[in-house]
């Protein structure tokens, strides 16, 4: 497992784990240990037995469906501090709902199921405090869902770069692309073209300016105001 403090530090401050105690988390080490992964490298492929569930420590990796056809539909991109699979731990016979690969190279926390429920099982407050995290993720989700769904191309872009926005900040705010923009596009399942159309109308209305994968926006309020 090799040096057991840096690990400690870093589940202390993730939500899946700020909830332990100390001897808890203690404990829970001995069920985490460390992966490195490739670009393109398969993760995990869905329907296959889910013993576990990840941190991601850096890189990036995409969960995704792949279409009767072959079209393959991003769910979402984890970026570096993001956790994901974790919902599989409170299956009766836990199945990875999509497939996991990694688009940019990286190392991730494996975190065996079997001891965090035996963590969650030892204490209500725990287990109650880890699902309060849980239901606001899955709201938050909700909101994704109905954005990608039910408003157009505009206020999908729009949405996704305010939530680029660290929470409170207004004024001018400068935001990084993620990723590519063609792995942007997949996941607001928009074309790499109707992205760029998107850009480059709120650059001409003044609404944001497009640096590379720079975005600066002047105002994040216009900008909201301005979604539809």
Not at 43 to 71: E, H, I, M, T
Request: charged share 25%.
């Amino acid at each position: 497992m090799g040096d057991n403090g840096w690990l400690a530090r870093e589940l202390r401050h993730h939500y899946l784990f700020s909830a332990l105690n100390e001897t808890q988390r203690a404990r829970i080490l001995s069920h985490v240990f460390t992966r490195s992964f490739g670009a393109g490298e398969l993760l995990f492929s869905r329907n296959d037995p889910a013993p576990s569930f990840f941190l991601l420590r850096n890189g990036v990796v995409k969960l995704y469906r792949v279409s009767a056809d072959g079209q393959e539909k991003i769910m979402r991109l984890i970026r570096a501090g993001q956790s994901f699979a974790e919902s599989i731990m409170f299956m009766d016979q836990p199945h990875y709902p999509v497939h996991g690969a990694g688009v940019e190279a990286g190392e991730l926390l494996v975190i065996e199921r079997s001891g965090y429920l035996e963590m969650l099982r030892e204490s209500f407050d725990t287990c109650r405090a880890v699902m309060v995290q849980m239901t606001q993720r899955i709201q938050a989700h909700w909101d994704e869902i109905e954005a990608l769904t039910l408003q157009n191309s505009r206020y999908r872009v729009t949405h996704y770069l305010l939530s680029l926005v660290p929470e409170g900040q207004r004024g001018t705010v400068t935001v990084t692309l993620p990723s590519r923009k063609m792995l942007i596009a997949a996941q607001l399942a928009i074309t790499p073209e109707t992205l760029s159309r998107v850009l480059r109308v709120l650059s001409d209305e003044g609404l944001i300016e497009v640096q590379e994968e720079n975005i600066r926006i002047p105002d994040v309020d216009s900008l909201r105001k301005r979604m539809h």
